[in-house]
């Protein structure tokens, strides 16, 4: 079956940089959320999207911005990036059964 | 908000033992509780749900467990395999904190050979 595509899978950035996350939905599946888990951390919400609109916000920073994409694709961006943003970043998505997410394989992103 | 407790944070069993890992919530509007497993450098499994209408679900070896007016809820793994071995998470989802998972800490379940 099809799973969540996240890209890249591997981020190193320097302080001060951009970057920008991609997740790919599982099919027919509307709705995306953003998840970031710092080292030995339960994973903490960041923002989440429903047909292209923000549907919550969690404690994502106001460096961070996402959006929904017409093919529901999602896009996660970055910037003015801090060494504490060293996470991993999860994306999940759900269809018809609402509170059911299924987790991408996330993206490691490290800043120097 | 939501607030979840995960107990214990490490938990070492011999293979074929069993293994319980517990969660309390705060929001008694929650209704809906996943477990999710986690590998290392992977992203979080889903393994089996829960829904508050009702007290127990089992699949295989993994079962849970939901105590609505106690507000807490167990995942049940019996006949423990080596490769059982992974970070597992709690979750609720639901009521004042609708539309987003809150996560317990996450248990360090190690299976010994």
């Known amino acids: 079956a099809a799973g969540v595509i996240q890209s890249p899978r591997h981020l190193i950035k320097e302080k001060r940089e951009t970057a920008t996350l991609k997740c790919y939905p599982i099919?027919?599946?509307?709705?995306v959320y953003w998840y970031q888990q710092g080292p030995g951390q339960d994973p903490q919400f960041l923002i989440s999207f429903y047909e292209k609109m923000q549907s919550d916000k969690g404690s994502i920073p106001d460096r961070f911005s996402a959006q929904q994409f017409s093919d529901y694709h999602s896009e996660l961006n970055m910037s003015s990036l801090e060494l504490g943003d060293s996470a991993l970043y999860f994306c999940?998505?759900?269809?018809?059964?609402?509170?059911?997410?299924?987790f991408g394989p996330g993206t490691r992103l490290l800043v120097l | 908000g939501e607030n979840v407790e995960q107990h214990p944070s490490t938990l070492s069993v011999q293979e074929g033992d069993s293994a319980v890992i517990k969660c309390t919530y705060s929001d008694s509007a929650s209704n809906y509780f996943p477990w999710y497993k986690q590998e290392l450098g992977k992203g979080p499994q889903l393994i089996i749900d829960?829904?508050?209408?009702?007290g127990e679900k089992k699949d295989q070896r993994i079962a849970v467990t939901l105590n609505k007016t106690a507000k807490h809820f167990s995942l049940h793994i019996t006949e423990t395999q080596p490769e059982d071995s992974a970070v597992y998470f709690c979750a609720a989802f639901g009521g004042t904190s609708y539309g987003k998972l809150t996560f317990g800490q996450g248990t360090i379940l190690t299976v010994h050979p």
């Open positions: 829960i829904r508050s209408n009702v």
């Open positions: 099919p027919r599946h509307d709705t």
């Open positions: 999940a998505t759900n269809g018809v059964r609402r509170e059911t997410q299924y």
